[in-house]
């Protein structure tokens, strides 16, 4: 816990509290109040992992401020690489304006940047003007799609329900255990995957998990109209992308789309994709990497 002086007002950095239930709580409500969700479900789950790590800024009892950094390993065109990705932050709107934000930011700067390869976050489109004060800038992410031309796939396939225990424990095992199969792969991070699709309250995806016996692979993908979108492949050995996309693809879809890069995408259409109200921003230094290896972070990613 450090004291720092904002303003004329004396507040509290405060970190790496998850286990206090009084700080986790104000952390919630916070969160709660800016982005609609909070993280109580998945703590209490065990699968928040130590690689998620928080820092607020503390008026007398009560979080006004906060940045979560994660520590994600991802094997970036062949090379393992540690990212730092900053997420939700978020400040009381009473306590907005006031510098909060930039106080917490430059703090954890300091103590991350020469700590990982790369520092990055996701930014809300109201507020890209802020953090290229700080370095960032930014890029664009890009995704593949194609046509399918394929159906009656020989490989059986079914829906995967994560209330079972059985299929719960699959889930994580697969996660934890996944190869790189794309240009941009996270590693071991099976804490953030298992968020997604059972303990985000805004949008779960545990209606979109599918299991490959054939390919011992879980699917995450989506059916819209006559477009299946595959969000991740959680696999433990290689596997052909293709294959899994003939797989899924029923008779009603027409269209294909990767919400990741191939390492192979040849035979796809690569386009700029660009999340509604959201916008990747990375240090100035690293921009080219996405411009020139067109590249996208798996949405399961996200934070």
């Not at 890009?142 to 699959?170: E, F, G, W």
């Not at 994580?172 to 199969?181: I, M, N, P, Q």
């Not at 949008?203 to 819209?224: C, G, H, P, R």
């Not at 100035?284 to 934070?303: G, Q, R, V, W, Y």
Request: aromatic share 14%; with cysteine.
């Amino acid at each position: 816990m450090e004291n720092i002086v904002i303003n004329n007002r004396d507040y509290k950095l405060i970190s790496h509290f998850k286990h206090n239930n009084e700080l986790r709580n104000s952390f919630n409500l916070l969160t709660q109040q800016v982005f609609h969700f909070d993280f109580e479900k998945w703590y209490k789950s065990g699968y928040w992992e130590d690689n998620c790590l928080l820092y607020s800024l503390l008026d007398i009892d009560r979080i006004v401020s906060h940045i979560t950094v994660n520590i994600i390993d991802f094997i970036v065109l062949g090379e393992k690489k540690r990212f730092i990705q900053l997420g939700t932050v978020m400040t009381d709107e009473h306590y907005r304006n006031k510098g909060l934000s930039r106080v917490l930011l430059e703090k954890v700067l300091t103590e991350w940047e020469n700590k990982c390869d790369m520092i990055y976050l996701y930014a809300n489109d109201s507020v890209l003007d802020f953090y290229p004060k700080f370095g960032f800038v930014p890029v664009d992410e890009y995704q593949a799609s194609i046509k399918n031309s394929k159906i009656k796939s020989p490989y059986s396939v079914r829906k995967m329900d994560i209330d079972h225990v059985s299929d719960l424990n699959l889930l994580f095992e697969k996660a934890k255990e996944a190869v790189s199969l794309f240009k941009l792969s996270m590693q071991d991070n099976a804490g953030l995957i298992m968020f997604y699709c059972n303990y985000f309250d805004l949008y779960s995806l545990k209606e979109n998990l599918f299991y490959i016996e054939d390919f011992q692979a879980i699917a995450v993908a989506e059916y819209v109209d006559d477009t299946l979108i595959l969000y991740d492949i959680l696999a433990t050995q290689k596997i052909e992308i293709e294959d899994v996309i003939y797989t899924l693809a029923t008779e009603q879809t027409k269209n294909v789309i990767l919400r990741f890069m191939p390492i192979n995408n040849e035979n796809y259409e690569v386009s700029i994709f660009k999340e509604e109200d959201s916008t990747l921003m990375v240090m100035a230094d690293k921009s080219e990497l996405f411009k020139n290896n067109k590249l996208i972070f798996p949405m399961l990613s996200h934070t």
